[in-house]
């Protein structure tokens, strides 16, 4: 069965590195565009960052760009996302998820399979 295990999530100070990791199987991943996404205590969840098919095309939301960096091994099924200059305002669960609509289409509803989070807290 499909299956996106999130890992890498933990508590850091602000300033601070992580890089969350994303293994999938289950699925043809080199088929699929794949995301991450994040949700904060009380807010809806928001479009982080993706990363097309073979890892050419990466796009990322304005209020990470510069600070994160998404990449994928499509041999080893994964997809990672290295998070610096971390701030309390990244505070959230973050998802990965993978999708086989258009790279550039951002939106939640174009993604299939989801994963079930890793908690990454930033503390000031």
């Known amino acids: 069965q499909v299956q996106l295990a999130e890992s890498g999530g933990r508590a850091v100070q602000t300033g601070g590195s992580l890089r969350l990791s994303c293994k999938a199987s289950g699925f043809t991943f080199d088929n699929y565009k794949m995301g991450w996404f994040r949700q904060a205590p009380g807010k809806e969840r928001e479009y982080v960052s993706s990363?097309?098919?073979?890892?050419?095309?990466?796009y990322y939301a304005d209020s990470v760009k510069g600070r994160f960096t998404i990449s994928r091994d499509n041999v080893k099924n994964m997809v990672y996302l290295q998070m610096s200059t971390l701030k309390p305002e990244d505070t959230a669960i973050y998802y990965c998820a993978g999708g086989q609509g258009a790279v550039w289409k951002v939106e939640s509803d174009t993604y299939e399979y989801w994963g079930q989070g890793t908690q990454v807290t930033v503390s000031s």
């Open positions: 990363i097309g098919r073979y890892g050419a095309i990466t």
